[in-house]
């Protein structure tokens, strides 16, 4: 309850209190004290009926004044119920927007004075992390990529190495790749943070983009026995840039095979309703998302417990997929069903088209 409700609460129950002894001294005064009085045959002992009456409108008076100060209270919070609204719009993208200041040099005004140099002192820092994992994935790129050069050099030219040597390269090869995809996945993620990422606004087939994606997870899926099954399929068309679109299917896909169960299957389902476009995987695997997870699984770098378990990963996928679906206008989120099976559904209203950034 907010202070401003409290204070008009406790300023409606003074008013009613003082409008019941006001009633209740009106007819004492008035109805009961004249009526027994007559009745003792005493009428002119009740001479100070004027001064009775001016003491009566006196103590009407205070509902009135008690309601002027509540309008007058209301007034000095207006300030402080703006600065609330306006803070809970402050995200991490817009932390050098100004406060609303009421500018009477009050303790509300230097409080939203305070929050503005606070806030501007948060966008600093987030800029300062930008800008470091931007420099750090472009000098990060150059080494990695030579070491990769070399290990498959190594690879394709050293024919006579042992087993043994063969199989430790490998695995370096491996940790390079996968160091690799972190780099240019915190690339792009801070780019995209820095408005630095330019989507394309053009008319793409879903349909078709989710038939190829079905053709691909059924490569992806063959190695580890799983079933990929396509219930629907419409031909809805979205506004937007096709190569994420193409980037998002893919981390779905690739995420429904690492965390599914040895023989399960895979369900990828597009529809076209009337006020959305819904794309629906689903997987045999149980998510293993936890509730306190679930609020930050597409956050960086967080996983869950099946996620850990079952596949290596960084834990960028599914940012990488939020970061997709909400430049086109849409949401996603994984829903936990019945049987250990787990669904990724991803809505985009129509008409919408992508963000510029």
């Not at 009526?35 to 003491?55: I, M, N, P, S």
């Not at 080494?143 to 030219?157: F, G, I, K």
């Not at 940012?319 to 787990?342: C, F, K, M, N, Y």
Request: charged share 20%; aromatic share 6%.
């Amino acid at each position: 309850m907010t202070i401003s409700r409290r204070i008009g609460i406790g300023y409606s129950i003074m008013a009613a209190a003082c409008v019941l002894v006001v009633a209740w001294l009106w007819h004492h005064e008035f109805v009961e004290e004249p009526a027994e009085y007559a009745a003792r045959g005493l009428g002119d002992l009740h001479k100070d009926t004027a001064v009775e009456f001016y003491t009566v409108c006196f103590l009407a008076s205070v509902p009135v004044l008690l309601g002027i100060g509540w309008w007058w209270t209301r007034r000095l919070l207006a300030p402080l119920q703006a600065l609330t609204q306006a803070a809970q719009r402050i995200e991490s993208s817009n932390l050098r927007m100004p406060l609303p200041r009421s500018m009477n040099n009050d303790e509300v005004d230097t409080l939203a004075a305070v929050f503005t140099s606070m806030t501007g002192r948060l966008d600093a820092s987030f800029q300062q992390i930008r800008e470091f994992t931007l420099h750090a994935s472009h000098e990060l790129k150059t080494p990695l990529t030579v070491m990769r050069a070399q290990l498959e050099t190594a690879l394709r030219d050293g024919g006579a190495l042992p087993a043994a040597q063969t199989e430790w390269i490998e695995s370096l090869l491996d940790e390079v790749q996968r160091l690799s995809k972190i780099v240019d996945s915190l690339a792009l993620l801070t780019k995209a943070d820095a408005g630095l990422v330019t989507l394309e606004c053009q008319p793409v087939c879903l349909g078709e983009l989710v038939r190829e994606a079905h053709e691909d997870a059924l490569i992806m899926a063959q190695p580890h026995g799983l079933k990929v099954v396509m219930d629907a399929c419409d031909d809805a068309q979205l506004t937007g840039d096709r190569h994420r679109l193409r980037q998002l299917l893919l981390i779905l896909l690739d995420n429904a095979v690492k965390y599914n169960r040895p023989g399960g299957a895979i369900q990828l389902s597009l529809r076209a309703r009337q006020d959305a476009i819904e794309l629906r995987v689903t997987n045999d695997g149980a998510s293993g998302v936890t509730p306190e997870t679930q609020r930050h699984l597409f956050g960086r770098f967080v996983r869950g417990k099946n996620a850990a378990e079952k596949a290596e990963g960084c834990g960028l996928g599914l940012t990488i997929a939020q970061w997709i679906v909400q430049a086109h206008g849409g949401s996603i989120e994984l829903l936990p069903e019945a049987g250990d099976r787990t669904t990724v559904l991803v809505r985009w209203p129509l008409a919408r088209t992508p963000t510029p950034g």
